[in-house]
């Protein structure tokens, strides 16, 4: 072979291998680790709501004994955490606390951001941060006999400096406000004495709850909107779901009920927190 024609080979091999290594440079860059990571991971705030601890583990966060604890230290089942990962796809810090408030008792939304952040779970690679609390902000403020349109207005200015708050702490976070579930049924009623699916409604508290819960439901709304943050309607999926609701379709318990799983007197059912926790993940 002349050497003229091994230079032309050669050429066209090197210009081929370099048409190669092109492709696969071409191909790397499409498929880089930030293409195809996982979503940042997800922080829940809240009350005992969310937390649904059983006694033994809200103690042994109360009293620093064995027990099941989260990151912040309190009692907790995990099961709001667990059903929100499999819908979301996210990996899910719980940071729930029984007790807790936006500004009244217990430890404050803020409070526990603050640990979750201390502890290295809340930062800038946090993908979400979902805050479902507002109930021990209402009544303890109604039975002193507080004006409902104020005390509406304070937990939404609360809601509001928690989600600046957070969005501090986290600023590539979305902030979810997820509302509470159906309590009262279609006509209004309260059952607080449930047997199976035999309950017994409750008139005398009914106008109370309605009015605590809608104080709940818009001052989220108003806070959400305020700050950029999303608004998650549990109401919506829930209003066959109430106290009153047969044994296996209640997502709130009653003081005794019997017939659907639970952890505590007026707080969601498994079957509920798994519902409201769900949709919340998918929206």
């Known amino acids: 072979m002349r050497a003229t024609?091994?230079?032309r080979s050669t050429g066209k091999i090197v210009g081929a291998l370099g048409l190669a290594a092109a492709a696969v440079a071409?191909?790397?860059?499409?498929?880089?680790?930030?293409?195809?990571?996982?979503?940042?991971?997800?922080?829940?705030?809240?009350?005992?709501?969310?937390?649904?601890?059983?006694?033994?583990?809200?103690?042994?966060?109360?009293?620093?004994?064995?027990?099941?604890?989260?990151?912040?230290?309190?009692?907790?089942?995990?099961?709001a955490a667990s059903a929100y990962a499999a819908a979301s796809g996210r990996d899910v810090v719980d940071a729930t606390c029984a007790?807790?408030?936006?500004?009244?008792?217990?430890?404050?939304?803020?409070?526990?951001a603050e640990r979750a952040a201390n502890a290295g779970k809340l930062n800038q690679g946090t993908g979400e941060v979902v805050i479902l609390a507002g109930a021990n902000d209402t009544y303890p403020h109604m039975i002193n006999g507080q004006p409902i349109p104020a005390v509406e207005n304070d937990l939404k200015v609360s809601m509001v400096n928690t989600i600046n708050r957070v969005k501090q702490m986290a600023p590539?976070?979305?902030?979810?406000?997820?509302?509470?579930?159906?309590?009262?049924?279609?006509?209004?009623?309260?059952?607080?004495?449930?047997?199976?699916?035999?309950?017994?409604?409750?008139?005398?508290?009914?106008?109370?709850?309605?009015?605590?819960?809608g104080i709940i439901q818009r001052a989220g709304i108003n806070a959400a909107r305020e700050t950029g943050a999303t608004f998650v309607d549990s109401q919506g999926i829930s209003k066959n779901n109430s106290t009153c609701a047969p044994a296996a379709q209640r997502y709130v318990a009653g003081i005794v009920d019997t017939g659907t799983a639970h952890n505590l007197p007026i707080h969601a059912t498994d079957v509920g927190l798994r519902a409201v926790m769900d949709h919340a993940g998918r929206v």
């Open 5 to 7: 024609s091994i230079r």
């Open 26 to 79: 071409a191909t790397t860059v499409v498929t880089t680790p930030d293409a195809t990571a996982a979503p940042g991971p997800a922080v829940i705030l809240g009350d005992s709501l969310a937390a649904n601890p059983v006694p033994v583990d809200y103690l042994a966060g109360k009293l620093h004994l064995p027990g099941k604890t989260n990151v912040v230290g309190c009692g907790s089942d995990g099961l």
């Open 99 to 112: 007790g807790a408030s936006y500004r009244t008792g217990g430890d404050h939304m803020i409070t526990l």
């Open 172 to 213: 590539n976070a979305r902030v979810k406000i997820v509302g509470y579930p159906q309590i009262t049924g279609p006509d209004g009623s309260v059952c607080l004495i449930n047997n199976g699916d035999q309950t017994l409604p409750a008139a005398w508290i009914s106008a109370p709850v309605n009015d605590a819960f």
